[in-house]
Structure formats: C-alpha cells, structure tokens
C-alpha cells in the first residue's frame, strides 16, 4: 500500500520573482503576457489575490483590480530551471513520481510515511530553494488533491477516507476533478450543490446528469479515486546547442561555447540527479550540414571539465574548416547519481567544492551571475535547449 502526496509550489511563478527578486517580497507581483491583445494572469503573489486578481484573468481587468501591482513577463525557462531543482529534491524522497505540470506533482511513499516525508519535503525545499510549497496526504490522488487545496498556502494537511463525511461532503461539488464551471452549474440546477448532495443523488439522475461519467463521479464522491501514479519517465538524456549570431571563424569562440555549454549541462545533471556515460558534440556548419560525434566515458559523470574537455576534443578531431554556424552538446546514457565517483585529489576536490558554489548561485540568481572566464569568449551567441 501507498499514500500519494500532492506537492503544489504556492504562486510558483510570482514566488520565484519574489525570491529571485527580494524587493518584490511582500508587493503585488502579476506575471503574465502583454497588455496588448489578450494578455492574462500567468499567476500572481498572494499579495494581488487579495485585490481579487486570480490566474487566467486578463490583465487589462487585474490591473483595475489592483492597479498598483508590479507586471512582470513570463521567464519560462527560469521557472523550468527551478522546477526541475524542484524535482530532484522530490527523487530524494521517492522514484514513485507523477509529474501534473511544472508547479505540480503526485509522489507515492510508503504507507505510514506521508505525513513524516512531507514535512521532510517542506523543510528541504524552504531550506534550499526558499520557495513556498502546500502539499496534501492521503490514500488517493483525490483526496490528497483536496486536502492540498485545503492547505494553501504553505500548509500541510492530510484527508484520509474516514474523514469525507465531515471534509469532503460540505465542500463545492466543483472541488472534485473534471467538474468544471458549466457541469456544476448544471448540477447546482438540480439541486446537487455539495459533494455530499452528489453522494446522496441517485445514479439514475446522475447518469441523465453526467452520462458515462456518472459512476466514477458517484465514486469520488465518497473518497474513491482508482487512479494510479502515472509516472513520468526519467529523461534519455539532455542537450544544449548554441547558434552564433554570425559564422564563426574562430576556434576560440566555439571553445567558450563548448564551456558554456558544459557549465550548463553539468549543472543539469547534478540538479536532477543523473550521471552521463556519453558526450556528443553537434556541429552545424555555415552551408547547413551538420555533424555529430559521440564519445563514451568511462564511467559517469556531471563535471563540467570533463563534459567540456571530451566535447572540445570530438571538436579538434571533426571540426574540419571554418565557419561554424551551431554548436551543441548533449549528454546521455544517464544513471541515478547515488555517490560521487571523482578522484579525491586535490584538483578533484577544488571543482567539487567550486561546482557547489557555482550551483549555489546559479540556483538563487540565474545562470549568468558566473562564469568560467574560459566561457566568456562569444558570450552574445543565443543559446537553445
């Protein structure tokens, strides 16, 4: 047996401003699109929620709300980058992982453990990543759903089936999953405004109601959800690539792509986890043709150096004439990355230790706060997962 937890990062898009951002803590924050067109609410802090701002509003509408707010753009692969830093503090607790969206995911833990492994959870992601987390506990996706959106914000609540008659009956019908605006309303019509009036409904009118939906919501109505985790595959592996603005002469330019490249990649590894068996190096050349190489290591890894001093090797030996539109790195054949596998010399031990701090700060203020000087060469270039 299982308990499944729900962890849903709290406003995780305005959260990560605000923390990125500590002058934003404690304002109204809105992230979403334009002004022009049809621009909505991404999400919003709870500082705007109070105003009545809510995710999916336009944002012509959340600013007469609350005209005060501070606007900020979406930076997907900001959130992205935390999400997944997110994640790998989740693979410590448990490989049982569905994966609902990049603020949201259902774990399973042994049965007795929920409640001890989400605090545990709670704590190591205050701790580390300083990131406001809500999650609910119970025997099924339903009802830790509904005790996670009964604890927000950072809250912590489990619901366990015993308990529906006096939690989950007086709640909305529209709590339960697949109930949505019009359905309630229907619902509403016929006099089923609470999930306990669904409980009580006969299936024939629910049947009229809802069709061949009818018995699995008659189901969650009492706390019955037969779904299981679906759980997310680990990645095959991952990959960066960098097209220069203009074609690229100098090797040089391509070797401080490769390291930044390398930087990049290694941080990804360690962030989720994983160890790299191989390195392949693509390379585009100025008429289109592309090249790829792949080198098999030893043994795993996520150091930079080595990710680097493989893939500027595959480049030396195939990297024929000038110029080079597009170089990229991609690193697979992972494996959980369960110890360190370096060499405990000295030299080993200063790149650990300088990796740590290198992930620190990437962690708390975005990738390009450091750099490696031996990076820094054609840094303007754009870089693409």
């Not at 009545?52 to 900020?72: D, E, H, N, T, W």
Request: with cysteine; hydrophobic share 40%; charged share 25%.
């Amino acid at each position: 047996m299982q308990e499944i937890l729900l962890c849903d990062l709290d406003a995780f898009f305005a959260a990560v401003e605000q923390r990125d951002h500590p002058e934003l803590r404690g304002k109204p924050v809105i992230v979403g699109g334009s002004l022009t067109g049809r621009g909505v609410v991404a999400t919003c802090s709870y500082e705007a929620r109070s105003f009545g701002v809510r995710s999916a509003m336009p944002l012509k509408k959340a600013l007469r709300l609350c005209p005060q707010a501070i606007l900020l753009p979406v930076n997907i692969s900001r959130y992205r980058e935390v999400a997944a830093e997110v994640l790998a503090i989740y693979r410590r607790f448990t490989p049982f992982i569905e994966v609902v969206s990049i603020d949201e995911a259902y774990l399973g833990v042994p049965s007795g453990e929920g409640l001890a492994v989400a605090r545990a959870i709670k704590e190591a992601v205050r701790k580390e990543l300083d990131l406001p987390l809500s999650i609910g506990v119970s025997v099924n996706k339903l009802l830790a759903k509904v005790a996670c959106d009964l604890a927000k914000p950072q809250g912590l609540k489990a619901l366990w089936p015993e308990e529906v008659p006096q939690v989950l009956w007086p709640l909305p019908v529209g709590v339960l999953p697949g109930i949505g605006p019009k359905t309630e309303r229907q619902l509403q019509a016929k006099g089923i405004k609470t999930v306990g009036d669904l409980a009580a409904a006969p299936l024939y009118l629910l049947k009229m109601l809802l069709g061949s939906e009818a018995l699995r919501f008659k189901e969650y109505s009492h706390g019955v959800d037969r779904r299981g985790l679906v759980l997310s595959r680990p990645p095959l592996s991952f990959s960066k690539e960098t097209t220069f603005p203009q074609d690229v002469q100098e090797p040089e330019v391509v070797r401080g792509a490769l390291m930044r490249l390398a930087e990049d990649l290694g941080y990804r590894l360690r962030q989720n986890g994983y160890l790299a068996r191989s390195v392949t190096l693509k390379l585009r050349f100025a008429d289109f043709r592309t090249v790829t190489r792949t080198r098999c290591l030893a043994e795993g890894t996520n150091r930079d150096s080595l990710i680097y001093r493989t893939a500027w090797e595959l480049f030396q030996k195939f990297a024929s004439s000038p110029p080079w539109r597009l170089v990229g790195i991609k690193v697979a054949e992972l494996s959980n990355w369960k110890q360190l596998s370096w060499l405990e010399d000295e030299q080993e031990e200063r790149e650990r230790m300088l990796a740590l701090v290198l992930d620190a700060l990437r962690s708390r203020y975005g990738r390009p706060v450091v750099r490696r000087a031996s990076g820094l060469k054609g840094i303007s270039a754009e870089e693409e997962e």
